[in-house]
C-alpha cells in the first residue's frame, strides 16, 4: 500500500513564527501536492511538485512556500503565519497514469495547523 | 476549466435505505472522476474511479457511482447505508489536458447515517 505520512497531526504556532509541515511518501512517485481544506471550500491546491526541485504555483501559493529536496519529501513553508493560515493541512502524492492504472492521488493523514 | 459540483452539502439517510451523494463535472475533454471519503481528522481515502468503460463503478465498503455523460454526472450510491458510512465525501476530476498533475475537488458533501 501507499503510505503518505505528514510529520505532525496538530500543530499550534505564533503569528509570525515560520512553519514547516513535512511530508514523506514512500512509493517512489513523481508528483506530491499540497492543498489546504476549510469548511466549505473543499480541498485547494497550494503547491505541487513533478519531480526533485521542481515546483509549480497552485491556486492559493500566497504566504506558502515549498521545498523537494529529495524525491519522497515534500516540504511546506508558512514563511510568516498568520492566524488565516489556520486550516486542515493535507499532502498527496500520484504518479503519470498507466493504462488503468495509478490515476488516483493518495493522501496522508492531514495536519490540522493553528495560528494564535 | 475543470471543475466538479457537489450540490448538496449535507445528506441525511436512515441505516439500511439506499443512500446518492451528487457530483456534477466540467472539464475539457474526457472526464476522469474520483470519490473520496473523509472521517473525522482524517485525510482523504480512495475510494472509486471512473476513466473509462462501464457507466456502473464499482468501489470500496460497498459503494459504486454512475458515470452520466449526457447529464454530466458522476453520483456516488451504496444501496444500503450503514451508520459507518457516516463521514465527509469528495469527488474530484483529475485534469488530463492542460495538466495532468491537478486533480480539482469538490467542495464536499456531510453524509449523516442515522441508525
Known amino acids: 500500500d501507499v503510505k503518505v505520512t505528514q510529520s505532525s497531526r496538530y500543530l499550534v504556532k505564533r503569528t509570525g513564527e515560520k512553519v514547516f509541515l513535512e511530508c514523506v511518501q514512500d512509493?517512489?512517485?513523481?508528483?506530491m501536492f499540497w492543498y489546504r481544506q476549510d469548511p466549505g471550500l473543499g480541498l485547494r491546491l497550494i503547491y505541487f511538485?513533478?519531480?526533485?526541485?521542481?515546483?509549480e504555483k497552485g491556486d492559493i501559493p500566497e504566504g506558502y512556500s515549498v521545498s523537494r529536496e529529495k524525491k519522497e519529501r515534500f516540504s511546506l513553508i508558512l514563511e510568516s503565519a498568520s492566524t488565516n493560515q489556520t486550516s486542515m493541512y493535507l499532502c498527496a502524492s500520484s504518479v503519470a497514469p498507466s493504462g488503468q492504472l495509478y490515476w488516483e492521488a493518495f493522501f496522508g493523514q492531514g495536519t490540522r495547523l493553528t495560528v494564535v | 476549466a475543470q471543475s466538479v459540483a457537489q450540490p448538496e452539502d449535507q445528506v441525511n439517510v436512515a441505516e439500511g435505505n439506499p443512500l446518492t451523494v451528487k457530483c456534477t463535472y466540467s472539464v475539457s475533454g474526457n472526464p476522469y472522476l474520483f470519490w473520496y471519503v473523509q472521517y473525522p481528522n482524517r485525510g482523504l481515502q480512495f475510494l472509486l474511479k471512473?476513466?473509462?468503460?462501464?457507466?456502473l463503478v464499482k468501489g470500496s465498503y460497498g459503494f459504486e457511482a454512475e458515470f452520466n455523460k449526457s447529464q454530466t454526472s458522476f453520483h456516488l450510491k451504496k444501496p444500503s447505508a450503514l451508520v459507518s458510512d457516516s463521514a465527509l465525501y469528495f469527488c474530484?476530476?483529475?485534469?488530463?489536458?492542460?495538466?495532468?498533475?491537478?486533480?480539482?475537488f469538490g467542495s464536499g458533501t456531510k453524509l449523516n447515517v442515522k441508525p
Open positions: 512509493m517512489d512517485h513523481e508528483n
Open positions: 471512473y476513466i473509462t468503460g462501464d457507466n
Open positions: 474530484a476530476v483529475r485534469d488530463m489536458v492542460r495538466n495532468f498533475n491537478k486533480f480539482y
Open positions: 511538485s513533478y519531480d526533485v526541485k521542481m515546483k
